[in-house]
């Protein structure tokens, strides 16, 4: 019998007003895989990744981690099973307000009873791991886009979590740097092994470092298969989606 | 919300159908000013909880002092200062005309104790303070940096509104004393110094004629006003719209809403301390 994926999502509905973001979007999500889920801009992407978490409710349908259900119990529940979560954020919502290096310390400082020097060494080294050094004392306001990304992978990073979500991670950086944070993902997952799901923009580039690809069309998983197939589906959407041709089932809305 | 197609029967007669769409548009609103309040009930409730539960962010509460309080100094000086003068100098003149210029001093000290000192302070630091609040946890909002606490599995509630409201508490009787303070001093200078009260006669009946009741009336309503503009300007922060436009806009009605909240309350409490 095949391993019980470790996130299962289950027909999730959700609409703003008038307008339908989800629905009943269904996907599972094994265990150390690179799930990565693409889609037009509007498509629910980023909605969906932040259900996953529980940053948002469903108006119906479920979110099972482990088999449990993300908000059936309460808010104690629900903290429990974000301990398993690291999420990095489009912007990175890096702490404004405080250096590097207590962004990165943060979750240890408040989450574990660490001591200060064992949490310098952490710092440290996570900084290390996302090939950052002599950044601590900085705000990230003096930092550059794709530094900035790395810190917030690092404090993401730091508390060794399960499971990471990443929403649209290279977002407004050039093709070297897109490259080399899909890179750095592909290696700390490789090395951590955590479960990675990723909202991304970037094609063709990020099949070469997701397991499987899911494309999510009008709220709910048009196609999901493993990057080889993905890419060579025979659904006229997917094909012209991943072309970028105006001529197709999608509309340029 | 979508406005419903009127039955037939309706449609025949314009004037019965002005009724329904009036109640309608009452009832609407009417359950959005109660949604809102139960959403302000809960945040409070919630935000008052963590008061009493520990961890306090105690480094975080100095800060919060630090911006609403000792930042504040200036301001609340100058206003007292002011307000002060112009007690004394309007006091003057009215009790002039009653012959009784030498109650000048416990009028000027009763109005500043148990009024404008409590009330002038909270706004002059809802203008000050709170709109800073206001945009400061905004803007966490719509960069995702509450986002990114909630997905730390800590409550970020915890983190920034409670803060706000300790230092709120313990800061505002003491800007609103202050206030006071400065104030019978400046009314001191119009008083004695400009007008010639004599001093005796000025601090003198101050001590006659006020009691420890104004002083605990102050203090009441300072740490009423305290918890209100703190609070009132986390949950408009809090609950931020998307984008630069939300933030301004929450910082708005952080600080009118507040205003005003002042105002009512201070009916209110003076209806109930008196």
Redesign the interface.
């Known amino acids: 019998m095949a391993e019980t994926p470790l996130i299962q999502v289950r027909t999730l509905h959700k609409r703003f007003g008038r307008q339908v973001v989800l629905h009943g979007l269904s996907l599972d999500i094994r265990r150390d895989e690179i799930m990565a889920v693409v889609g037009r801009s509007g498509s629910g992407k980023s909605v969906f990744l932040k259900h996953l978490i529980g940053l948002m409710r469903p108006d119906s349908g479920q979110v099972l981690v482990d088999g449990e259900d993300i908000h059936r119990g309460g808010s104690r529940t629900l903290a429990r099973i974000r301990e398993r979560f690291g999420m990095l954020f489009q912007g990175g919502a890096l702490f404004d307000s405080l250096t590097v290096e207590d962004n990165i310390a943060f979750p240890l400082r408040e989450r574990t009873r660490m001591s200060a020097t064992q949490i310098q060494t952490v710092v440290a080294e996570t900084l290390k791991n996302v090939g950052l050094e002599g950044v601590e004392g900085k705000l990230p306001d003096e930092l550059s886009g794709g530094m900035r990304k790395r810190v917030a992978l690092a404090r993401a990073l730091a508390m060794h979590p399960e499971i990471i979500l990443f929403d649209e991670p290279t977002t407004g950086l050039d093709p070297i740097l897109v490259r080399a944070i899909h890179r750095l993902i592909a290696d700390t997952q490789a090395r951590f092994h955590y479960t990675a799901v990723i909202v991304s923009h970037e094609l063709p580039e990020i099949f070469d470092i997701a397991t499987r690809v899911a494309m999510l069309h009008n709220g709910a998983i048009l196609e999901v298969d493993t990057a080889a197939h993905f890419q060579h589906s025979s659904n006229p959407a997917v094909q012209q989606f991943i072309a970028g041709r105006l001529e197709g089932p999608l509309t340029p809305t | 919300m979508?406005r419903r197609t009127p039955p037939r029967w309706e449609a025949r007669n314009s004037s019965t159908n002005i009724v329904p769409f009036a109640l309608g548009r009452i009832g609407a609103l009417v359950l959005h000013l109660l949604s809102f309040l139960g959403r302000v009930g809960l945040f409070l409730v919630q935000a008052l909880g963590l008061v009493f539960v520990p961890p306090l962010k105690i480094q975080r509460i100095l800060r919060q002092m630090h911006f609403i309080g000792a930042r504040s100094l200036l301001v609340i000086a100058l206003t007292g200062l002011f307000t002060g003068m112009v007690l004394g100098l309007q006091g003057y003149y009215t009790l002039t005309r009653f012959g009784s210029e030498a109650y000048l001093g416990p009028a000027v000290a009763i109005s500043l104790i148990t009024e404008l000192g409590p009330v002038l302070s909270a706004l002059m630091v809802t203008g000050r303070a709170g709109s800073a609040i206001a945009a400061e946890i905004g803007i966490?909002r719509i960069?995702?940096?509450i986002?990114?606490l909630?997905?730390?599995?800590?409550n970020p509630i915890r983190y920034l509104v409670v803060p706000n409201i300790v230092a709120g508490l313990i800061v505002m009787p003491l800007l609103g004393a202050l206030f006071a303070v400065i104030g019978i001093y400046g009314g001191y200078l119009i008083g004695v110094q400009l007008l010639g009260v004599s001093s005796g006669t000025y601090f003198g009946s101050m001590r006659d004629f006020v009691g420890m009741t104004d002083i605990r009336n102050g203090l009441y309503k300072s740490l009423s006003f305290g918890l209100l503009i703190t609070f009132l300007c986390c949950f408009k922060g809090y609950h931020t719209g998307p984008g630069a436009e939300g933030v301004s806009k929450a910082t708005t009605e952080a600080v009118v809403l507040s205003s005003v909240a002042v105002l009512v309350l201070d009916y209110f409490l003076n209806s109930v301390l008196l």
């Open positions: 979508a966490m960069t995702e940096q986002d990114a909630e997905v730390m599995a800590l």
